[in-house]
């Protein structure tokens, strides 16, 4: 059984960079057909897509909100995926998950992590 | 206004039917078989029911169904059970935005 993992640091300052990492375990992360995500979410409101990834890093689609400050890369010999997110605000503080995504068109992301809570303060 | 829009709000008793909507301002959700929707619990992570607009992922009950007229797409619980009560979003990628965006979530209560 497919399952995700979110790593990294519960608080972060004002105008650092967020750093995660989401370990995949139960399957391999050069699964055919799969692409891997990030969303967050802050309490009471929907979730904002982040980025997508393929493992090759051949494909990859940032959000353009956040384009300017991110950067998604794959480790596929720890089967792991991260997110690297600079110059945060207090705006960026969510629950972060990762997610594996069904193919490149259908936008659809079927399995989940449980989510970390990443909070931007000094 | 967001680029997907769903009611706030529905509700029914258990053994009922509820419909719940969501539009696109563009006209990518009638373009396009993109629609997913998820569940959520509070303090879980959302859980894909729908996608493609009417597939069901593995394990999901038939009692969840997808379905889309053009630029609306529906999500319908059938035989509503007390454990249906959740927040469900639906979602899609908007080609003129290049973003993956959800809608505002619409919050089902079981009666």
Known sequence: QLQLQESGPGLVNPSETLSLTCTVSGGSISDSGYFWGWIRQTPGTRPEWIGTTHYTGGETYYNPSLKSRLTMSVDMSKNQFSLRLSSVTAADTAVYSCARQLGADRWAMDVWGQGTTVTVSS | ?111
Request: charged share 15%; hydrophobic share 30%.
């Open chain 2, 1 to 111: 206004q967001s680029a997907l829009t769903q009611p706030p709000s529905v509700s029914g008793s258990p053994g009922q039917s509820v419909t719940i909507s969501c539009t696109g301002t563009s006209s990518d959700v009638r373009t396009y078989n993109r629609i997913s929707w998820y569940q959520q619990s509070p303090g879980t992570a959302p859980r894909l029911i729908i996608f493609a607009v009417s597939d069901r992922p593995s394990g999901v009950p038939d009692r969840f169904s997808g379905s889309k007229s053009g630029n609306t797409a529906s999500l319908t619980i059938s035989g509503l059970r007390a454990e249906d009560e959740a927040d469900y979003y639906c979602s899609s990628y908007i080609s003129s935005m290049s973003t993956l965006v959800f809608g505002g979530g619409t919050r089902l209560t079981v009666l």
